[in-house]
């Protein structure tokens, strides 16, 4: 068995297509296709099944999908010991976040000091950074909730109070202080479903008596408050992502439970370059100096 039959089978698995496998890989068609029949040859069973236009993992394909995954991390981490102990590189982690308000401080306070250290972040639901951590493609998650896994270690390095962002002519503008009852009939701008604050505020609102009646949802957070700002809604917005636009207003919320736990996610076992155990120890002293928020601006 080669590995190059496995990270061709891996990538087909991903796509469900052959030519376009061929095209992301810049091979030919051909040399995928006789790559993957010569696995299935070795392992003595078909891997996918034809629907339609696409390839579909079979239960053999699914089986053995796993242990490929496994074999490629374990493959990877070791060529990443190897470039740490030869000095051949200058660093790179890979990071999936779902909260993104913290980020960019993070990111400078670690590059004064290893300002050679390449990043790969990949904003992702709560759910997709598990699997990417368990496959070994991400060395970290910042999450805006915490994960409940054995195979994960999860750490809350924050607690985040949740606010109200509102345009300055919006009706409860002047107000410092709302109860979750008065914005029910309010429309709200949000990420979708599957982020850890959108989750948390879905069910204090849905305990409160209402769910918010989302007129936008999207993958950028940083686009919420823009939407905001041009008064197309309301958005509930995260302390640390709180921006010093003077054409918002943040108001806090009264509902105590409209806290978020920031949590660092790494995956048990999984090997830590260099680069990446630096760049833990920076998130961890980064958090420890964060202050409690100020008072919301009016």
């Known amino acids: 068995m080669e590995l190059l039959q496995l990270e061709y089978f891996k990538a087909v698995a991903a796509s469900g297509h052959v030519t376009e496998t061929a095209r992301r890989l810049n091979v030919t068609q051909s040399s995928v296709s006789r790559t993957l029949g010569r696995l299935e040859e070795d392992l003595g069973a078909r891997l996918f099944d034809r629907v339609g236009r696409t390839l579909q993992l079979n239960e053999f394909g699914r089986l053995f999908l796993r242990r490929a995954e496994k074999a490629l991390s374990e493959l990877a981490q070791g060529r990443q010991e190897i470039a740490d102990l030869s000095g ?5 982690v890979k990071l999936a976040v779902n909260t993104a308000g913290t980020l960019p401080a993070i990111l400078r306070l670690f590059q004064k000091k290893h300002p050679t250290t390449q990043f790969h972040v990949s904003m992702v639901t709560t759910a997709e950074m598990v ?9 970290f998650g910042l999450s ?5 896994d054995d195979d994960l270690d999860c750490r809350i390095v924050l607690q ?5 962002a509102v345009p300055p002519g919006h009706r409860l503008a002047s107000f410092r202080l709302v109860g979750l009852t008065e914005l029910k009939d309010e429309n709200f701008i949000g990420v979708r479903s599957g ?10 609102c849905r305990s409160s008596g209402f769910l918010p009646r989302y007129i936008f949802e999207g993958d950028e957070p940083a686009r919420v408050q823009s939407l905001v700002e041009a008064g197309i809604g309301v958005a509930f917005v995260p302390g640390t992502s709180r921006s010093a ?3 918002l207003v943040y ?5 105590e439970h409209l806290v978020r736990d920031i949590a660092l996610l790494q995956c048990q076992g999984h090997y830590l370059s260099k680069a990446a155990q630096e760049f833990q120890k920076v998130v961890l002293e980064f958090f420890a100096g964060v202050s409690e928020p100020r008072e919301p601006s009016r």
């Open 88 to 92: 051949l590189d200058h660093g790179f």
């Open 245 to 247: 636009n003077e054409n």
């Open 144 to 148: 805006s909730s915490p994960v409940h």
């Open 251 to 255: 108001l806090s919320l009264a509902d």
């Open 160 to 164: 985040d109070p949740i606010l109200l």
């Open 131 to 139: 699997v990417l951590l368990k496959r070994g493609e991400m060395d």
């Open 195 to 204: 982020y850890g604050a959108r989750d948390l505020t879905d069910a204090v």
